[in-house]
């Protein structure tokens, strides 16, 4: 069983930053890449980053690019999400998540851990 566990999350106002850990855990775990994904109250679980282990390779939503950034370990299996600038458009539910390469998706979540960002 693998386990994804984030931290990290809080309340701050806008122009605050934030930095969210998540690791990994269980039996022997490898992604080919993870990723973070966020859902705000009434709408639909969206994409906000992924780092690729193989080269570092990172990719962003447009609504977070510059002013988000994701890095990590992979031997330890870890990932960070490091936001600057926040918005109160960025409050929500982060997800940390890791691809399955058998399935083509990402196939392991966490369990979220709640950013809140006010005016």
């Known amino acids: 069983q693998v386990q994804l566990v984030e931290s990290g999350g809080g309340s701050v106002q806008a122009g605050g930053s934030l930095r969210l850990s998540c690791a990994a855990s269980?039996?022997?775990?490898?992604?080919?890449?993870m990723g973070w994904f966020r859902q705000a109250p009434g709408k639909e679980r969206e994409f906000v980053a992924h780092?690729?282990?193989?080269?570092?390779?990172?990719y962003y939503a447009d609504s977070v690019k510059g002013r988000f950034a994701i890095s990590g370990d992979n031997a330890k299996s870890t990932v960070y999400l490091q936001m600057n600038s926040l918005k109160p458009e960025d409050t929500a539910v982060y997800y940390c998540?890791?691809?399955?390469?058998?399935?083509?998706?990402?196939?392991?979540w966490g369990q979220g851990t709640q950013v809140t960002v006010s005016s």
């Open positions: 780092i690729r282990w193989s080269d570092g390779f990172t």
């Open positions: 998540a890791a691809w399955s390469v058998a399935l083509s998706r990402y196939d392991y």
């Open positions: 269980g039996r022997t775990f490898s992604s080919v890449k």
